[in-house]
C-alpha cells in the first residue's frame, strides 16, 4: 500500500517505521507465524524487522478457584509491523490468510508516531509485573466484602487480614451462625456496597 501521495505520483516510504495490521479476531498468532515464514522464504529480513502483538500478563481465577496466569491480547484483531513499507511489502502483507487490512486513511497505509510503539512494550511490561500486587492492595482492614467465586460464593464477611506476598485476605464470614476465620484469594472477593 502506499504511503504518501502527491499529485498523481505514488510515494513509497523507504525509513523503518511501525505499521497496525488489522487481522481476523483470534487469527493474530496464525498471521504472525504466516508472515515470519514469509520473511525467511522471501528474504525479506531488512524489509519487516519485526512483529509485534500487544499482550499482558493477568491473573484470573478459574472454575476451582485456583489463581491462573493468563496472556491477555490488548488490542484483538491487531498486530503490529515494524517495517520499510513498499509495494512488495505491502502486497506480502495483503495477500497473507488472515489479514484485513494494513491501517491507514483511505488507501494509504499511515506509520505510528516515532516511540509509541516502545513506550506501550513499556507499559504493558509494568502491567503485567504489576499484576500480582494489584489484587490484595485494594482492600482495607475491617472493609464489607463478598465472595464472588469458590465454595464461599455469594457469602459476605469483614476484612481480618491482609497478607500481600501471597495476594491472600483473611476474611470473617458467618456460617452456622458463628464468626469463622477463612483465607481467601484476593481474586474470589469484591467490596461490597
Do not use: C
Amino acid at each position: 500500500m502506499p504511503v504518501k501521495k502527491s499529485t498523481n505520483e505514488e510515494h513509497y516510504d523507504d525509513k523503518v517505521r511501525w505499521y497496525i495490521v488489522q487481522t481476523y479476531v483470534g487469527f493474530e498468532e496464525a498471521v504472525k507465524k504466516a508472515l515470519d515464514l514469509k520473511i525467511g522464504s522471501l528474504s525479506l529480513e531488512d524489509r519487516i524487522v519485526e512483529i509485534f502483538i500487544p499482550t499482558k500478563k493477568v491473573i484470573k481465577l478459574n472454575s476451582k478457584g485456583e489463581r491462573q496466569e493468563k496472556i491477555e491480547r490488548i488490542y484483538p484483531g491487531y498486530i503490529y509491523l515494524k517495517m520499510i513499507l513498499d509495494k512488495d511489502v505491502g502486497y506480502v502483507i495483503q495477500n497473507t490468510n488472515y489479514v484485513s487490512r494494513i491501517t491507514g486513511t483511505g488507501d494509504f497505509a499511515v506509520p505510528l508516531d516515532d516511540g509509541y510503539v516502545e513506550k506501550l512494550k513499556e507499559d504493558l511490561l509494568k502491567q503485567s509485573e504489576d499484576s500480582q500486587v494489584t489484587t490484595s492492595t485494594t482492600f482495607k482492614l475491617g472493609d464489607l466484602v463478598t465472595v464472588i467465586d469458590g465454595p464461599f460464593k455469594d457469602m459476605q464477611g469483614k476484612v481480618s487480614g491482609i497478607d500481600p506476598h501471597n495476594s491472600t485476605i483473611d476474611v470473617l464470614l458467618t456460617m452456622f451462625e458463628r464468626e469463622t476465620l477463612v483465607t481467601l484469594d484476593g481474586l474470589a472477593l469484591k467490596k461490597s456496597i
